[in-house]
């Protein structure tokens, strides 16, 4: 049997999938609609799966580093249009399900979805690193999906039972536990990521270690002890904690939690203190001396905020930006504003810094709080990465005679500050909007030199 190219098989199959936006819905029936929904479910497994494919094939090769781009993440966001950083879960499960080829094979079938395969090989992922053991568990996941129909969610929970069915008197995973932490099969699988949604908050979810886990817990649990009070030193009226109002709210005239008795007690749940002694424990933290430093600074968080808007009162419509490009409100600008420096910068009509404070020859504190406040992060096209993985790199090389000043440098991450010195990739300051703009390398469409277009290993006969 000839195996289809793979150019060729990719035109045919967008070909096909392309007629489903002509079809009218409405000719079918409801049993038809539902079995019709289950099939083209089949075929977003089916590109899932080509997709994990792919991504394994362009890390493998490092295909999107040769291109200039930072990581095969990053190129994946871009191409698919996702969510900054979700370009990581298609590597991730790439990784996972390296060594387990029969849920890769599942995927490609469309037998499974991806987050199916996904919950599959980041539990396996867990388990000792012992082939035979892993691909025992992959093939009894798939059997719950074949003959159960169960979600990704069913896969995570029922994941303990299919342990204790493969290793039923806990020899395995005693033995993996006794390891050195560097080798234990969890220790492997960590990982902390921050989603952020659409509402202004951020989900987070990790993995570590039983002792790691227990290093993290016994440095917050102090912080997160309830912290009573004397009953009414909150501001409300102790006599009024049985009384509530037309929402269900405990009364109280000045006391400004909703949730307080005004009792004394800590109206705090252990999740919440939890989570306040996380913070409390980085603030602590990033007060000392303890932190790496960066040009000439320990970490700060920067926020950038009209200064009329900081001065108004708690109500005012300003908006405070995040070097991630997120905004926070006026208010919390306030609050953080209330223990924090103000690093004042004179801003022209649009947005350019104009004056920072002395230059000197380095790159000092001053210049680069200027340098973020511009740039936001990586100035590459294509990158986002944050200053905190940034350099400053002088667009006119301080040996060549060029300055140290903020018309001659550009945020770049570590890996495109030697792409910048060693291709033909080439950043220069517009004078108009006082913001760096990249060059391809030639040949180039100047009609339009702020489009990104990666570099090849050989040039075309003309710019895409």
């Not at 973020?372 to 096209?381: G, I, K, N, S, Y």
């Amino acid at each position: 049997m000839t195996r289809t190219a793979p150019a060729e098989g990719i035109a045919e199959a967008v070909d096909a999938v392309a007629r489903l936006a002509d079809l009218d819905w409405d000719e079918l029936g409801d049993a038809e609609a539902l079995a019709a929904t289950v099939e083209v479910g089949r075929v977003r497994s089916i590109a899932d799966g080509a997709l994990t494919a792919l991504a394994e094939r362009i890390e493998a090769a490092d295909a999107a580093d040769l291109a200039g781009w930072a990581s095969t993440k990053d190129f994946l966001t871009h191409a698919l249009g996702g969510r900054k950083g979700a370009g990581g879960s298609i590597v991730r499960v790439a990784k996972q399900t390296a060594g387990t080829p029969e849920v890769r094979a599942a995927l490609m079938a469309g037998e499974v979805s991806f987050a199916q395969a996904s919950a599959i090989g980041q539990r396996v992922s867990t388990l000792p690193n012992a082939p035979e053991l892993r691909q025992q568990a992959a093939t009894m996941m798939l059997d719950q999906v074949r003959d159960h129909g169960s979600d990704a969610t069913d896969l995570d929970r029922g994941f303990r039972d299919v342990v204790t069915r493969l290793d039923p008197d806990g020899t395995l995973l005693g033995d993996d536990r006794g390891k050195e932490l560097a080798e234990r099969g969890a220790h492997l699988a960590r990982h902390l990521a921050f989603s952020p949604d659409t509402v202004g908050g951020v989900r987070i979810k990790g993995y570590a270690t039983l002792e790691e886990a227990e290093l993290v817990k016994a440095t917050l649990m102090p912080l997160a002890a309830p912290r009573p009070t004397e009953p009414g030193a909150c501001g409300g009226d102790p006599d009024t904690r049985h009384r509530y109002d037309e929402h269900g709210r405990p009364v109280g005239a000045n006391c400004p939690d909703p949730t307080c008795s005004h009792d004394g007690r800590d109206p705090r749940e252990g999740g919440v203190r939890l989570w306040d002694a996380l913070v409390e424990a980085c603030g602590r933290l990033a007060d000392t001396d303890a932190l790496p430093h960066a040009h000439g600074t320990t970490a700060r968080l920067m926020v950038t905020t009209n200064v009329d808007d900081l001065r108004r009162d708690l109500a005012s419509s300003g908006d405070g930006l995040l070097p991630s490009g997120d905004t926070i409100s006026a208010a919390a600008v306030r609050r953080l504003a209330c223990d924090a420096e103000v690093l004042p910068a004179v801003l022209g009509g649009e947005g350019q810094i104009l004056d920072v404070g002395r230059l000197q020859r380095l790159v000092t504190t001053a210049i680069w709080h200027a340098l973020v406040l511009r740039d936001q992060h990586c100035t590459f096209p294509g990158c986002t990465r944050l200053p905190l993985a940034c350099d400053a790199h002088h667009i006119t090389h301080w040996a060549d005679g060029g300055r140290t000043s903020l018309d001659n440098l550009a945020l770049l991450c570590r890996k495109h500050h030697t792409l910048a010195h060693h291709s033909p990739w080439r950043v220069s300051i517009d004078p108009h909007r006082a913001r760096p703009v990249w060059t391809p390398p030639t040949p180039v469409d100047t009609t339009d030199r702020f489009t990104y277009v990666p570099p090849r290993a050989r040039p075309p006969t003309r710019a895409a």
